[in-house]
């Protein structure tokens, strides 16, 4: 006879938005997601007429009835522990060993009794189902994710003794928060309130994470209520490996599980892992298994891969029908510096690849080319503006890393344009590419948007003076005998009654952008009836 404890967290039902994972369990089950989310005991059914679990299967997940006093209520994690199979047996629910073994487990567990070949295959097979369920895509990021990061601006400056205002620290990310929410940013989708390195501590005798005592005195799960109490989430930074690539402590394979937890302890909202001092045995093992740990605490938390950039980017290292099924968002390149030579670099390199880019992008799982630089030092403002809209044709993840406080009103500007954020927003989620490169040194970007509405980007790589670009519609590939209103996305001026045929000139200044909105209003072609 085989026993199998179940060990499950009582936790709240998953709030984000559903993702494949039910979708796949009502397959499993013969129901079609359009059928009602009627209950189904999913080990009744796997299991025949053996002991069950109850399980109901909603649109939201795994929900578990407390029929039995050691049953967990509800199960967004399954996964094996050695426990005394007497233990959860009906007739000693209310014996001195069962309480002792709740009050030393702190969680809720369940014997499943496995008296038969036949249904120890079931049950491998299930918990098999399951497992793959929890790395499933978890129904975040279905658009591409905005807010601040730390990491570009403020780098590992540790030094609070000689620089308070601007050390990685409680206060910084603090003073951050109230800007977003005081000063528009948040209204307009800039939410996450992300930590990058340098901010732990240590572990503590059990092994978990510390924050530095110092610089973070109230604690992690402090700074992230005090986010969310301005309607902000917060997002922090680990390693998969050994150390951090600035030295500090990293997940290794045996801590994924328990940082997972203690991340979601701590109410935080989205993690980066990032691959320093690793091997590429232990990303291709630790990426998805961070990925299944994430889910498994039934807390909502978006996931940032760093594992492509460390494989080259590009397949057949990187298989990037695995990472949209675990990740969020990748990085897929170097990281990007403070300066336009470092932006053209990360744009050559996504349209050198963009057969390969483009289709993979998509809700839920974003390419991210790396953090916005406006607002800092090494961009003009023509750059700074041709930064904002090349990012938003490629439904790049909007990661300001600049100091907020400071902040002048013309990059504000940039940041906080409106139409720019409702294209790089929009709800079909399909990455826009290059689609004309002339020998003037001027590329023309599109993105298709809803409503078959585009978005055109004109960017000249000139450095000499502003270029008159003469082009139509109809050579970038628009359909014929179409009349296009739209507006131009930085002066607001509006473009009416374009027709697909009809030439017409932009002004492109050096290094610069022109970027156009666009969206048809009738067609011209004549009824054959």
Sequence with gaps: MFFFPIIAQPVPPHPAEPGRASHWIRRFLGRTPTEPAKPFKLLNQVLGSSPSLPLEISRDGFYHKPVRVCSPLVIPRLYLESVHPKACREDLQESTQHKKLIREQRRFSWVLIIDSKAMLQKTVLLLALVAQVLMLENGLLRTPPMGWLAWERFRCNINCDQDPKNCISERLFMEMADRLAQDGWRDLGYVYLNIDDCWIGGRDARGRLMPDPNRFPHGIAFLADYAHSLGLKLGIYEDMGKMTCMGYPGTTLDK?????????????????????????????????????????????????????????????????????????????????????????????????????????????????????????????????????????????????????????????????????????????????????????????????LSNEASALVFFSRRTDMPYHFHSSLLELKFPRSRVYEGQNVFTGDVISGLKSETNFTVIINPSGVVMWYLYPIKSLRLSTH
């Design 256 to 448: 994924v599980e328990l940082d997972a937890e203690t991340f979601a302890e701590w109410k935080v909202d989205m993690l980066k892992l990032d691959g320093c001092f690793s091997t590429d045995k232990e990303r291709a093992e630790g990426y998805p298994k961070m990925a299944a740990a994430l889910n498994a605490t039934g807390r909502p938390i978006a996931f940032s891969c760093s594992w492509p950039a460390y494989e080259g980017g590009l397949p057949p290292k990187v298989n990037y029908t695995l990472l949209a099924n675990i990740c969020n968002l990748w990085r897929n390149y170097d990281d990007i510096q403070d300066s336009w030579k470092s932006v053209l670099s990360i744009v050559d390199w996504f349209v050198k690849h963009q057969d390969i880019l483009q289709p993979v992008a998509g809700p839920g799982h974003w390419n991210d080319p790396d953090m916005l630089l406006i607002g800092n030092f090494g961009l003009s403002f023509e750059e700074s503006k041709a930064q904002m809209a090349l990012w938003t044709i490629l439904a790049a993840p909007l990661f300001m890393s600049t100091d907020l406080r400071t902040i002048s009103p013309q990059n504000i500007d940039i940041l906080q344009n409106p139409l720019m954020i409702k294209i790089n927003q929009d709800r079909l989620g399909i990455a826009g590419r290059r689609i004309f490169k002339s020998k003037s040194q001027i590329e023309v970007f599109k993105r298709r």
